[in-house]
């Protein structure tokens, strides 16, 4: 699998779905609100986030926000905040590819990342793709009905 797959696998399979493009990353939201994403992309390091050593040539990270009880199955609790250098440390390779792991700095807010998922990761990921957009409507409905 490759970004633009990707992005053509989420654009193509969830309605309504909004992307914008900021320094490496592509943010992918439910409407037009574009308040909070479901899933990013990205392609390259940032000042906050370096764990994944993304400027390798051709290494991409897809970053999905799953519930809490998915988190939890997947990874137990979610850890602490992030420490002074802004990354959690749960123990894990976020340099490793094709391996679904908690995010380097998000994990606390449920979120996971796998770095360049084969076809058949991307089997697996398509559900927690399915989940986070499905906790994006659900949260846009909440913003809609309080008005």
Known sequence: ???TSITQYITDTFAKVET???QGYTFFFYGPDR???FATLATQDNDYDRASNLNRSSVFRLNIGVSRDTYHSLFGPQPSS???DGMIDPGYDFTALDQLL???VYAPQSWVCVLNP???TFQTVKSLLAEAYELAVRR???REAQG
């Open 35 to 37: 308040k909070l994403p």
């Open 1 to 3: 699998m490759d970004e």
């Open 82 to 84: 992030p420490g002074r």
């Open 140 to 142: 846009q409905a909440r």
């Open 20 to 22: 914008t493009t900021a």
């Open 118 to 120: 084969s076809a058949e």
């Open 102 to 104: 908690p995010h380097p």
